[in-house]
């Protein structure tokens, strides 16, 4: 009875701490002048940063990650938001189901892999183009998949978290949270339907939560996807929001996706609905092609074609995590296949040979030889953009 006391005052404490930022923040030009003013104020630049801290947060984050094989499942067969570069967003009309994997279902799949993983140390991530934070059991996939010894993470955009308290009282190894902006004029523009404001506040409350539960055993981290109108103040003040809350800051460029879209493009041609995306990447396929195409030779295999399988909420196997479309399944059924039989089908599959053609699989592996940070560091300094020491 006092814990359930103690958990009802926690929940009412934070929601108390969500109500007064949102309220600072509901106002786009509000926001605007608390960031300008915040930024003027403490007169922040790269080396104000805690790059001590940030260095052991991202050792910690790699080293929950690491593994000799990972499983991407998607629980959720959906998202909260449809991103112009995600496939969500710019395949919306594309034949692919739409559900949630039952608890049940997944006891069968975890089961199958615990027999057959080829790595002695394997992760199970609860992601692939599905937001897992809307499946109303997330904590007990989560025990499931630790209960087996497997490593378990997730990725999320954050915007709605059915069960926070669950979620980090289950523990898993490691949480990424994608955003693209600190403000909603830039975040929307990349993560349509979203509100940064939402995700924030979950930020605060994750992190109270687990200070509260003494559980700081999740790994965190934000990956900031960098465009051309974001790599400026939004990025700077999320890096020190970072810096507050104690969760890890990385930052990449943003990828077209899904495969099948990013291989169009490298070849020149670009679909209609992604010409305005395609414009606001730093570097879009075709320039990744151009850039890393003399690379191809020393880079003769795909990182996840070896080392990574994916499940759909209705058991049915992608290609890859990158592909999209349902002609590119491998297998109807993960449970009636085996883990051999799924490697032969991805080698003998010819839309990887076009995606190495296309050097897309560098692009989502985030292969990038010096002439890909070269690029991009002059694009996004004759935007005026913040660049920083060395052009980072």
């Not at 929001?241 to 670009?270: R, Y």
């Not at 080392?307 to 592909?323: Q, Y």
Request: aromatic residues 10%.
């Amino acid at each position: 009875m006092q814990m359930r006391q103690q958990e009802q005052n926690l929940f009412a404490e934070i929601q108390k701490k969500i109500s007064a930022l949102t309220e600072t923040q509901k106002n786009l030009s509000r926001e605007n002048q608390i960031l300008r003013q915040y930024i003027s104020e403490n007169q922040i630049q790269a080396e104000k940063f805690n790059t001590e801290l940030q260095h052991k947060l991202a050792d910690n984050y790699a080293a929950a990650r690491e593994a000799d094989y990972y499983y991407n499942i998607d629980i959720v067969g959906t998202c909260s938001v449809q991103c112009p570069s995600c496939p969500v967003g710019n395949s919306a009309d594309a034949p692919t189901p739409k559900g949630m994997m039952s608890i049940e279902t997944f006891e069968e799949v975890l089961d199958k892999i615990k027999i057959e993983s080829p790595g002695a140390r394997t992760s199970v991530e609860l992601y692939n183009w599905g937001e897992s934070a809307l499946h109303p059991d997330l904590p007990k996939f989560i025990a499931a998949v630790k209960n087996r010894g497997f490593i378990c993470g997730l990725s999320n955009n954050l915007n709605h978290v059915r069960d926070m308290r669950g979620l980090v009282k289950a523990k898993p190894d490691y949480l990424r949270v994608s955003i693209s902006g600190f403000k909603n004029e830039t975040y929307q523009q990349t993560h349509r339907g979203g509100d940064v404001n939402n995700v924030k506040a979950n930020l605060h409350l994750l992190r109270a939560t687990m200070d509260s539960y003494g559980l700081d055993v999740t790994q965190v981290e934000i990956g900031y996807l960098v465009y051309r109108h974001n790599f400026d103040e939004d990025f700077i003040a999320i890096k020190h929001l970072c810096d507050q809350l104690h969760f890890s800051f990385n930052w990449t460029f943003s990828v077209m996706m899904p495969v099948e879209t990013a291989i169009k493009i490298a070849e020149g041609k670009i679909p209609k609905n992604v010409e305005e995306i395609n414009d606001l990447l730093v570097i879009n396929p075709a320039k990744w092609k151009e850039l890393t195409l003399q690379y191809r030779d020393y880079f003769k295999e795909c990182d996840m074609r070896p080392n990574r399988t994916v499940i759909n909420f209705d058991k049915s196997v992608p290609l890859c995590c990158g592909t999209y479309l349902p002609e590119n399944y491998i297998a109807q059924d993960f449970l009636k296949i085996s883990h051999n039989d799924l490697q032969k089908k991805k080698y003998e599959n010819d839309l990887c040979a076009k995606c190495m053609e296309n050097m897309v699989d560098h692009m989502f592996t985030c292969v990038r030889p010096p002439e890909v940070d070269d690029y991009a560091y002059k694009e996004l300094s004759k935007l005026g953009t913040f660049t920083g020491k060395n052009g980072r």
